[in-house]
Nanobody, 122 residues
Framework: QVQLVESGGGLVQAGGSLRLSCVASGSTFSIAPMGWYRRAPGKQRDLVASISSGGGSTNYADSVKGRFTISRDNAQNTVYLQMNSLKPEDTAVYYC???????????????WGQGTQVTVSS
Protein backbone atom coordinates (compact mmCIF):
# COMPACT_ATOMS: atom_id res chain seq x y z
CA GLN A 1 0.00 0.00 0.00
CA VAL A 2 1.27 3.43 -0.95
CA GLN A 3 1.31 6.14 1.70
CA LEU A 4 2.33 9.72 1.03
CA VAL A 5 3.17 12.21 3.77
CA GLU A 6 3.71 15.88 2.96
CA SER A 7 5.45 18.47 5.10
CA GLY A 8 7.02 21.89 4.83
CA GLY A 9 4.01 24.14 4.47
CA GLY A 10 3.53 27.29 6.48
CA LEU A 11 2.97 31.02 6.45
CA VAL A 12 5.33 33.15 4.40
CA GLN A 13 5.36 36.70 3.09
CA ALA A 14 5.07 37.42 -0.60
CA GLY A 15 8.43 37.02 -2.27
CA GLY A 16 9.53 34.37 0.19
CA SER A 17 10.35 30.71 -0.28
CA LEU A 18 9.26 27.34 1.04
CA ARG A 19 10.31 23.79 0.29
CA LEU A 20 7.71 21.06 0.47
CA SER A 21 8.64 17.42 0.98
CA CYS A 22 6.67 14.26 0.35
CA VAL A 23 7.89 10.95 1.72
CA ALA A 24 6.44 7.85 0.09
CA SER A 25 6.24 4.37 1.50
CA GLY A 26 6.81 1.30 -0.61
CA SER A 27 9.70 -0.18 -2.52
CA THR A 28 8.38 0.90 -5.92
CA PHE A 29 8.87 4.66 -5.42
CA SER A 30 11.82 4.80 -7.79
CA ILE A 31 9.67 3.67 -10.71
CA ALA A 32 6.75 5.98 -9.95
CA PRO A 33 6.17 9.35 -11.58
CA MET A 34 5.16 11.89 -8.95
CA GLY A 35 3.22 15.12 -8.95
CA TRP A 36 2.35 18.08 -6.77
CA TYR A 37 -1.18 19.45 -6.86
CA ARG A 38 -2.79 22.34 -5.04
CA ARG A 39 -6.32 23.34 -4.11
CA ALA A 40 -7.07 26.95 -3.35
CA PRO A 41 -10.22 27.82 -1.36
CA GLY A 42 -13.29 27.37 -3.50
CA LYS A 43 -11.34 25.99 -6.45
CA GLN A 44 -10.59 22.61 -7.93
CA ARG A 45 -7.38 20.74 -7.33
CA ASP A 46 -4.84 21.59 -10.05
CA LEU A 47 -1.56 20.03 -11.11
CA VAL A 48 1.37 22.28 -10.23
CA ALA A 49 4.39 20.18 -11.19
CA SER A 50 5.26 16.62 -12.12
CA ILE A 51 8.40 14.56 -12.47
CA SER A 52 9.21 11.29 -14.19
CA SER A 53 10.40 8.26 -12.25
CA GLY A 54 14.07 8.93 -12.90
CA GLY A 55 13.77 12.68 -12.54
CA GLY A 56 14.87 13.42 -16.08
CA SER A 57 11.59 14.97 -17.19
CA THR A 58 9.54 17.61 -15.44
CA ASN A 59 6.45 19.64 -16.26
CA TYR A 60 5.07 22.79 -14.65
CA ALA A 61 1.87 24.74 -14.72
CA ASP A 62 2.32 28.07 -16.49
CA SER A 63 1.52 29.93 -13.30
CA VAL A 64 4.58 28.55 -11.49
CA LYS A 65 7.16 28.21 -14.27
CA GLY A 66 10.42 29.86 -13.34
CA ARG A 67 9.46 30.02 -9.65
CA PHE A 68 8.87 26.41 -8.58
CA THR A 69 11.19 23.42 -8.99
CA ILE A 70 10.23 19.79 -8.52
CA SER A 71 12.92 17.23 -7.72
CA ARG A 72 13.23 13.79 -6.19
CA ASP A 73 15.63 11.64 -4.21
CA ASN A 74 14.81 8.02 -4.95
CA ALA A 75 17.23 6.79 -2.29
CA GLN A 76 15.13 8.66 0.30
CA ASN A 77 11.73 7.94 -1.31
CA THR A 78 11.14 11.68 -1.31
CA VAL A 79 9.89 14.22 -3.79
CA TYR A 80 10.36 17.95 -3.22
CA LEU A 81 8.78 21.17 -4.39
CA GLN A 82 10.99 24.23 -4.03
CA MET A 83 8.81 27.33 -4.20
CA ASN A 84 10.45 30.72 -4.68
CA SER A 85 9.06 34.21 -5.27
CA LEU A 86 5.81 33.16 -3.68
CA LYS A 87 2.67 35.16 -4.38
CA PRO A 88 -0.60 35.45 -2.44
CA GLU A 89 -2.29 33.50 -5.24
CA ASP A 90 -0.07 30.52 -4.41
CA THR A 91 -2.03 30.13 -1.17
CA ALA A 92 -3.53 26.63 -1.17
CA VAL A 93 -3.34 23.17 0.29
CA TYR A 94 -0.60 21.31 -1.55
CA TYR A 95 -0.91 17.57 -2.18
CA CYS A 96 1.57 14.95 -3.27
CA UNK A 97 0.42 12.36 -5.77
CA UNK A 98 1.73 9.20 -7.35
CA UNK A 99 0.79 8.77 -10.98
CA UNK A 100 1.66 7.65 -14.48
CA UNK A 101 3.77 9.26 -17.17
CA UNK A 102 2.54 8.84 -20.73
CA UNK A 103 3.63 10.68 -23.87
CA UNK A 104 5.29 13.39 -21.83
CA UNK A 105 2.28 14.08 -19.66
CA UNK A 106 1.41 13.21 -16.09
CA UNK A 107 -1.75 11.33 -15.10
CA UNK A 108 -2.67 10.96 -11.42
CA UNK A 109 -3.44 7.67 -9.76
CA UNK A 110 -5.59 7.54 -6.66
CA UNK A 111 -2.73 7.91 -4.20
CA TRP A 112 -2.80 11.17 -2.26
CA GLY A 113 -1.20 12.58 0.83
CA GLN A 114 -3.10 14.51 3.49
CA GLY A 115 -1.91 17.84 2.17
CA THR A 116 0.10 20.69 3.64
CA GLN A 117 -1.17 24.26 3.91
CA VAL A 118 0.78 27.06 2.25
CA THR A 119 -0.30 30.61 3.04
CA VAL A 120 1.33 33.60 1.39
CA SER A 121 0.60 36.99 2.89
CA SER A 122 0.78 40.20 0.89
Amino acid sequence: QVQLVESGGGLVQAGGSLRLSCVASGSTFSIAPMGWYRRAPGKQRDLVASISSGGGSTNYADSVKGRFTISRDNAQNTVYLQMNSLKPEDTAVYYCNRGRWYSGSYYPLDYWGQGTQVTVSS
